[in-house]
C-alpha cells in the first residue's frame, strides 16, 4: 500500500488541468516546488491550520459536507476527484478509476464502496476565476 500512496504524491500539468496527487499531506503540497501559486493559497486558505497541515489532502475533502464553506469553493473550483474503484467482475476484484464531481465524491466517501483516492483535478479556467 505504501509504494501506492507515493505513486499518488505529485503534481502534473496539461493545458487545461492541474492534477494533484490525493495522497499528499498539505505540508507536502506546500513544500512542493512545481506547484501554482494559486493552488497553494487555496489550500492555505482552507487547510492552513496546523492540525490540518499533516494531513492527507483526500481525507481533508471527504470530511467536508455540504453546508461547509469549503463545499462552496470546491464547486466553484469545479473539482474533480479521480479515484480507484473496486469492483467484482467473474469472481476477481477489479480496479477501476473514476472522475467525479465534488457531489459524486461525497456521496461515494458515505457509502460503503471500496475505493482509492488518486488525484484532485483543478480546472485552470475556474482557478483563474477564483479569488480567495
Known sequence: MEQINREFKAVVQ????????AQMSVAELMAFEDVPFKVK????????????????ICDLLANINSEDFVYQAVKQLKLKFKVG?????NGKEVYKSKTLT??????LHSS????????????KLALLAFST
Do not use: P, W
Not at 14 to 21: A, E
Not at 112 to 123: A, H, L, R, T
Open 14 to 21: 496539461d493545458m487545461t488541468h492541474i492534477y494533484v496527487g
Open 41 to 56: 493559497a487555496v489550500f492555505n486558505k482552507f487547510f492552513g491550520e496546523e492540525e490540518q497541515r499533516n494531513a492527507k
Open 85 to 89: 474503484v473496486y469492483s467484482e467482475k
Open 102 to 107: 465534488a457531489d459524486e465524491y461525497l456521496e
Open 112 to 123: 460503503d464502496e471500496k475505493y482509492f483516492d488518486e488525484e484532485i483535478v483543478f480546472n
